[in-house]
């Protein structure tokens, strides 16, 4: 018994992680925590976009030029 309180307290983390993988796999839920972060993603750049048009521009400008 002293052995698997051992194994417990040494992976505990890693068990649970397991755990709420395979619950995420089994029942969908990767699908919309994708969604979520390509949303998220997607905010930031077009907050960063906007913050800074100029900046943008000159660098797309330059990476066409390049290409």
């Given at each position: 018994?002293?052995?698997?309180k051992?194994?417990?307290?040494?992976?505990?983390g890693?068990?649970?992680?397991?755990?709420?993988?395979?619950?995420?796999?089994?029942?969908?839920?990767?699908?919309?925590?994708?969604?979520?972060?390509?949303?998220?993603?997607?905010?930031?750049?077009?907050?960063?976009?906007?913050?800074?048009?100029?900046?943008?521009?000159?660098?797309?400008?330059?990476?066409?030029?390049?290409?």
């Open positions: 018994m002293n052995n698997f051992d194994f417990w307290n040494q992976f505990r890693a068990i649970i992680g397991v755990i709420i993988a395979i619950l995420i796999l089994i029942t969908g839920l990767d699908k919309l925590i994708l969604a979520i972060v390509v949303i998220a993603i997607g905010a930031f750049v077009g907050n960063y976009v906007q913050r800074n048009k100029e900046d943008v521009k000159a660098k797309l400008k330059n990476f066409i030029d390049k290409m």
